[in-house]
């Protein structure tokens, strides 16, 4: 993988990026929602592409409100030739609208009400309700403000077969995302040592897609009754 993509920032989060790159298949629809530079992008890209010219290729759809982690992202997605991905200059978020967002000094941010940059929302059921093919994937990582975007997502997730990888940031992150992907039936795994949680809403689908592969980790496994 490294010997054929171009990427200026490196490999970081190796776990999570192992993880989510094992996950996917040819054919997936991914998620990138918190695209940043488009390391994640550039790993979903490679393992959803389609394995022969009889299937289907598969799509990324990247998500970044920052003009600055866009411009990398742009670039990241050109070099490399992505052609089944679709950049998103917007923040998810609960609801579409609009919302100021806070930039820290990495290029990372969050929304926030403190924030000095002012950029468009949407929700995730909002645009899979037709502007974007519905995910089979989704990897949410926006600095705290998870439980918020899993909000917005409650149509999609209850029509649709989706596996989300979710990062969590602080206590509090943590048992909002977990209570919610519990309200909504999904079988899940929560990684402390990862900062993650992996749920899919179809709980039967999470053995096959994770546990055989990542019984490693102290993960405590949860399933909807």
Same mark, same amino acid.
């Given at each position: 993988?490294?010997?054929?993509?171009?990427?200026?920032? /490196?490999?970081?989060?190796?776990?999570?990026?192992? *993880?989510? =790159? #094992?996950?996917?298949? !040819?054919?997936?629809?991914?998620?990138?929602? /918190?695209?940043?530079?488009?390391?994640?992008?550039? *790993?979903? =890209? #490679?393992?959803?592409? !389609?394995?022969?010219?009889?299937?289907?290729?598969g799509m990324v759809c990247s998500f970044e409100p920052v003009p600055a982690n866009q411009w990398f992202l742009e670039r990241h997605v050109r070099w490399n030739r992505l052609n089944h991905t679709r950049i998103m200059r917007c923040a998810v978020a609960g609801r579409d609208g609009e919302a100021t967002f806070q930039r820290s000094g990495t290029g990372s941010g969050r929304l926030s009400n403190e924030g000095e940059l002012t950029v468009p929302t949407r929700s995730i059921d909002s645009l899979a309700a037709g502007e974007l093919p519905p995910p089979t994937c989704m990897k949410i990582d926006v600095e705290g403000a998870e439980a918020e975007v899993l909000l917005g997502a409650k149509q999609t997730l209850a029509q649709h077969s989706v596996l989300l990888i979710v990062a969590l940031h602080g206590p509090q992150a943590t048992s909002d995302c977990l209570e919610?992907?519990?309200?909504?039936?999904?079988?899940?795994?929560?990684?402390?040592?990862?900062?993650?949680?992996?749920?899919?809403?179809?709980?039967?689908?999470l053995p096959r897609l994770l546990v055989e592969r990542y019984l490693g980790d102290n993960a405590t496994m949860a399933r909807a009754s």
């Open positions: 993988m490294a010997t054929r993509t171009r990427f200026l920032r /490196g490999v970081y989060e190796p776990e999570q990026a192992e *993880l989510t =790159s #094992r996950l996917l298949g !040819s054919g997936d629809v991914f998620w990138d929602i /918190g695209a940043h530079f488009g390391y994640y992008t550039l *790993l979903a =890209s #490679r393992a959803v592409a !389609s394995a022969s010219r009889n299937e289907r290729p919610i992907v519990s309200d909504y039936k999904c079988g899940f795994v929560h990684l402390p040592s990862r900062a993650l949680i992996i749920a899919h809403t179809d709980p039967a689908q």
